[in-house]
Nanobody, 125 residues
Framework: QVQLVESGGGLVQAGGSLRLSCAASGRTFSSYTMGWFRQAPGKEREFVAAITWSGGITVYADSVKGRFTISRDNAKNTVYLQMDSLKPEDTGVYYC??????????????????WGQGTQVTVSS
């Protein structure tokens, strides 16, 4: 089993930056594809970014491409989401998720077997 704990959320002004972290338990973290998703108030949860087990492939939603960077440190069992040039529409609860198999599109939520509890990101205008 894998447990995921997000941190790093908070309140920031538009144009600012935040760095989210997701700490994972479990010896097999390094073999998992990891993803970040977010849910804005009144909206469905959506894909933000994903990274393969080696870090060799990253995928981003069009809305964050060029502003967000996903990375991972397998030695620390941690995945990160660096968020720059934040916009009010980036506001939401951010979740990290783990996919044990890494097959198919990383944008598909039901591929991910493990989810964190989420961390709130609020961007003021």
């Amino acid at each position: 089993q894998v447990q995921l704990v997000e941190s790093g959320g908070g309140l920031v002004q538009a144009g600012g930056s935040l760095r989210l972290s997701c700490a994972a338990s479990g010896r097999t973290f390094s073999s998992y594809t990891m993803g970040w998703f977010r849910q804005a108030p009144g909206k469905e949860r959506e894909f933000v970014a994903a990274i393969t087990w080696s870090g060799g492939i990253t995928v981003y939603a069009d809305s964050v491409k060029g502003r967000f960077t996903i990375s991972r440190d397998n030695a620390k069992n941690t995945v990160y989401l660096q968020m720059d040039s934040l916009k009010p529409e980036d506001t939401g609860v951010y979740y990290c998720a783990a996919d044990p198999y890494g097959l198919g599109s990383p944008k598909v939520q039901n591929k991910y077997d493990y989810w964190g509890q989420g961390t709130q990101v609020t961007v003021s205008s």
